[in-house]
């Protein structure tokens, strides 16, 4: 049986499309899904505000 998925009162990250368009990690979505079914930002493609965070500031 299929299931939806459950509402959240968070809203998704948007991430920079321009810099997601060539990334294998996110296949060009610049989000990625945790295990705990959160979208976050792609770590390999799209720059956090700290470092830790959702993905690395690009030096």
Do not use: I, K, N, Y
């Amino acid at each position: 049986m299929a299931h939806g998925a459950h509402p959240s009162p968070l809203l998704p990250p948007r991430p920079d499309l321009t810099l997601a368009r060539d990334c294998d990690q996110c296949l060009g979505w610049g989000t990625v899904v945790t295990h705990e079914g959160h979208h976050e930002l792609c770590r390999d493609c799209q720059p956090g505000p700290t470092a830790g965070g959702c993905g690395d500031p690009r030096p």
